[in-house]
Nanobody, 124 residues
Framework: QVQLVESGGGLVQDGGSLRLSCAAS????????MGWFRQAPGKEREFVAA????????IDADSVKGRFTISRDNAKNMVYLQMNSLKVEDTAVYYC?????????????????WGQGTQVTVSS
């Protein structure tokens, strides 16, 4: 079992920045690929970014390319999502997820463990 707890969400103005954190416990995080997903009100959950177990390979959704950066610190069992140039349409609950495979994937069903989410609200 892996327990995931997100933090760092909040209210920010259009163009601002936030850094989300995901703290993992229960297993060694380096054995898992990690991903961030988000769900806006009335919409389906969607992929944001993912990172390989070693941290050497990442993938991003087109909607966040050049603005968001996923990273990890396996020594601390932490995963991060640095979000810059935030837009109103980035408003959503952001979820951290762990995949027992080491290669990152955009497919939500591939992930085995999920956090409870953290709210990000971008105001105009």
């Amino acid at each position: 079992q892996v327990q995931l707890v997100e933090s760092g969400g909040g209210l920010v103005q259009d163009g601002g920045s936030l850094r989300l954190s995901c703290a993992a416990s229960g297993r060694t995080l380096s054995n898992y690929a990690m991903g961030w997903f988000r769900q806006a009100p009335g919409k389906e959950r969607e992929f944001v970014a993912a990172i390989s177990g070693s941290g050497g390979f990442t993938i991003d959704a087109d909607s966040v390319k050049g603005r968001f950066t996923i990273s990890r610190d396996n020594a601390k069992n932490m995963v991060y999502l640095q979000m810059n140039s935030l837009k109103v349409e980035d408003t959503a609950v952001y979820y951290c997820a762990a995949d027992r495979r080491l290669v990152p994937t955009m497919r939500m069903n591939d992930y085995d463990y999920w956090g409870q989410g953290t709210q990000v609200t971008v105001s105009s």
